[in-house]
């Protein structure tokens, strides 16, 4: 199976600053097809999870370009430019290439 | 628009058996890969399995916890998907989301879930 590790397990942020989280995957996650499934997704509390970004970079419809993924092979990070309220909660990266499974989750708060 | 709705959870004793539904709308379910994602109180994401298109033959997966015990299926004239748990433990205990994916990825909308309770 593929393990998904991210860090921070939380990160304190200031309204309008950035903030970023990592993931990394305990093997490639380049699949035969040659795309990558790591996706990202953002679970407010009470709420469901919601697909932020797909294959690494890709916004999905209605994601505030506020948001940016990047990486490759075994290493992806998310990116939020200025972090506003609304982004509080918990992100969680996600790999596809071999089913599915999931990191533990980073929890963003504001400071 | 795109909506999952998910029901059948409850109170369930150990070792009893349970369904799941989850009804869609703004989609074909026959169409796309499902899968059911759930969380127990507190912690992170699981992956229960998944059910692959109609025309891929329907083909299912699932996570080794769950082997052997839990179902998926799909009723394409009612546009639902289902899972079925049999053998059901205290470690199942959790919400349980379906989801569907229409053409980004395996996940691209989540239903509001529905929580399964395993206790004596």
């Known amino acids: 199976d593929i393990v998904m590790t991210q860090t921070p397990l939380s990160s304190p942020v200031t309204l309008g600053q950035p903030a970023s989280i990592s993931c990394r995957s305990s093997?490639?996650?380049?699949?035969?097809?040659?795309?990558?499934?790591l996706n990202w997704l953002h679970q407010r509390p009470g709420q469901p999870p919601r697909l932020l970004i797909y294959?690494?970079?890709n916004r999905f419809s209605g994601v505030p370009d506020r948001f940016s993924g990047s990486g490759a092979g075994t290493d992806f990070t998310l990116k939020i430019s200025r972090v506003e309220a609304e982004d509080v909660g918990v992100y969680y990266c996600?790999?596809?290439?071999?089913?599915?499974?999931f990191g533990g989750g980073t929890k963003v708060e504001i400071k | 628009e795109v909506q999952l709705v998910e029901s059948g959870g409850g109170l369930v004793k150990p070792g009893g058996s349970l369904r799941l539904s989850c009804a869609a709308s703004?989609?074909?379910?026959?169409?796309?890969?499902m899968s059911w994602v759930r969380q127990a109180p507190g912690k992170g994401l699981e992956w229960v399995g998944r059910?692959?298109?109609?025309?891929?033959?329907?083909?299912?997966d699932y996570a080794a916890p769950v082997k052997g015990r839990f179902t998926i299926s799909r009723d394409d004239s009612k546009n639902t998907l289902y899972l079925q748990m049999t053998s059901l433990n205290t470690e199942d205990t959790a919400v349980y989301y379906c989801?569907?994916?229409?053409?980004?990825?395996?996940?691209?909308?989540w239903g509001q879930g529905t929580l399964v309770t395993v206790s004596s």
């Open positions: 996600m790999q596809a290439t071999q089913f599915l499974t």
């Open positions: 093997q490639s996650l380049v699949s035969g097809d040659g795309n990558t499934y």
């Open positions: 989801t569907i994916g229409v053409g980004s990825s395996d996940v691209d909308y």
């Open positions: 059910i692959k298109t109609k025309n891929e033959g329907g083909t299912t």
């Open positions: 294959q690494i970079s």
């Open positions: 703004g989609f074909t379910v026959s169409n796309a890969w």
